[in-house]
């Protein structure tokens, strides 16, 4: 085997490995904010529970909360002399996890309580008259808007797939390791190597592409009721 042959093998597993690394991480985070969320969001649409208006707001407030900033906020309560220190997510993609969740949180706990609000105003007596209690419509609710619930997770997926500054001050953008999709197009760009940033772009265009249409579709069938 040449050397451009070896060149060629070791740049086409690094390329896979960034991509999976990405998807996996992004994934991961998606269903972390989706599993807090998507509850959070259904009982902000049901329980009246004191301020629950202030913190929707402050929900609501925070789509578009700034990675760096986040990146920022988690590495320092991560870092060794940190309370957090201790479980070692700095510089792991745990970490970068972590971090991404925190970005999708809000965006999918806003959109399922707007969902589960209107599936409450239209349901939520029935359900009750026929002996639920609010806890008991939670999943009814949910299934009820399922496509808007679906919609909600994909646009976590979406912010997560494309995030860079956080993860970036995180995971520390290290070779084999922590270094996705978006930080190795920042890099590779950086040091001249276009193939594989280009290559890296394209898939990630790829994939964005997908879940805005997808996400678009929902939005139509939710709307004509199909």
């Known amino acids: ?10 740049h086409s597993y690094a390329f896979g490995r960034i ?32 301020g629950r208006r202030l913190f929707v707001i402050v929900v609501n407030a925070l789509l578009g909360l700034p990675p760096v900033v986040v990146g920022l906020a988690l590495y320092l309560l991560l870092s060794r002399s940190s309370p957090l220190g201790m479980l070692g997510l700095l510089f792991t993609p745990g970490g970068m996890v972590l971090a991404q969740a925190v970005l999708a949180f809000p965006i999918v706990t806003a959109l399922v309580h707007d969902a589960a609000a209107d599936s409450w105003a239209e349901y939520g007596a029935a359900l009750q008259i026929d002996g639920a209690t609010r806890l008991q419509a939670m999943p009814h609710l949910v299934a009820i808007a399922r ?11 979406g912010r997560t797939i494309s995030e860079v500054g956080a993860i970036l001050i995180v995971g520390g953008n290290i070779a084999g390791y922590t270094r996705t999709m ?34 678009f579709a929902l939005g139509n069938r939710e709307g004509r009721g199909w």
């Open 19 to 50: 991509v999976v690394l990405s998807l996996t991480v992004s994934l991961s985070a998606t269903a972390l904010a989706a599993l807090f969320g998507a509850p959070l969001g259904a009982a902000l649409a049901i329980y009246a529970v004191p």
């Open 182 to 215: 978006t930080t190795a197009i920042v890099l590779e760009t950086s040091e001249g190597n276009l193939s594989l940033a280009l290559g890296l772009a394209l898939v990630l265009i790829g994939i964005s592409i997908a879940v805005s249409a997808t996400i």
């Open 1 to 10: 085997m040449s050397v451009a042959d070896l060149g060629s093998v070791v």
């Open 147 to 157: 496509s808007r619930v679906v919609t909600a997770i994909l646009a976590g997926f």
